[in-house]
């Protein structure tokens, strides 16, 4: 069946830095793939719908610059958090759209910012 | 707007009761609904969906009819096993235009925990 990884899983990093978390289809191509954040015991919120090779487009409220997202090939998008706060502590997920229009979600990546 | 209520858990079962988890939608389309389940330390798996109304989506002796009337998703399984512990998500995506084109909204997740 379709995979999608994410790396890494969880990260623990100092306030002021940047993350950058990865998110592959490790065994088929998606022009499509979307990134999500989960708040405990809260729903999955969009963020952003990452296309190859154009820009990606941003939910109302999602700060582009802060929240920079590439897709620069079929299997791959990274999302990097600039600057992060505490407050962007989260869970972050990942999903990449497959054969007939089947979203496939990566395992998740824990951010911790001190 | 469109948005998806599920019934706050979490729900604790012994092995063998009837399940059923609630799921009510808004949309302001023509929405697909949306069964995913998370496994402890993995990602979203769909679990069944349907397309319109009175569908009735299955898998793994799960099921949901897609009730247009009661805008209702729920899920049910006749007897739940303890490898059905995980967490239950309810989703809508819209198949017609607008912005929310090819989007999918979750509710807000409901943990499934079945003892033995």
């Known amino acids: 069946g379709a995979v999608v990884s994410q790396h890494p899983s969880w990260v623990i990093c100092k306030s002021g830095t940047s993350v950058k978390i990865e998110c592959r289809s490790l065994d088929f191509q998606a022009t499509t793939m979307f990134w999500y954040r989960q708040f405990p015991k809260q729903s999955l919120m969009l963020m952003a719908t990452s296309n190859e090779g154009s820009k990606a487009t941003y939910e109302q409220g999602v700060e582009k610059d802060k929240f920079l997202i590439n897709h620069a090939s079929l299997t791959l998008s990274t999302l990097t958090v600039t600057s992060a706060h505490p407050e962007d502590s989260s869970f972050y997920i990942c999903?990449?759209?497959?054969?007939?229009?089947?979203?496939?979600f990566g395992p998740g990546t824990r951010l911790t910012v001190l | 707007g469109n948005s998806v209520t599920q019934m706050e858990g979490p729900v604790t079962l012994s092995e063998e009761a009837f399940l059923t988890i609630n799921c009510t939608y808004t949309a302001t389309g023509y929405p697909s609904l949306f069964w995913y389940v998370q496994y402890p330390g993995e990602g979203l798996q769909l679990l069944l969906k349907?397309?319109?109304?009175?569908d009735k989506g299955s898998n793994k002796g799960f099921e949901a009819t897609y009730r247009k009337e009661t805008t209702s998703f729920h899920l049910e399984k006749g007897s739940v096993q303890v490898s059905d512990s995980a967490v239950y998500f309810c989703a809508l995506k819209l198949d017609a235009g607008g912005t929310s084109y090819g989007k999918l909204t979750f509710g807000q997740g409901t943990i499934l925990t079945v003892h033995p």
């Open positions: 999903s990449a759209r497959g054969r007939l229009d089947t979203q496939y």
């Open positions: 349907a397309t319109k109304a009175d």
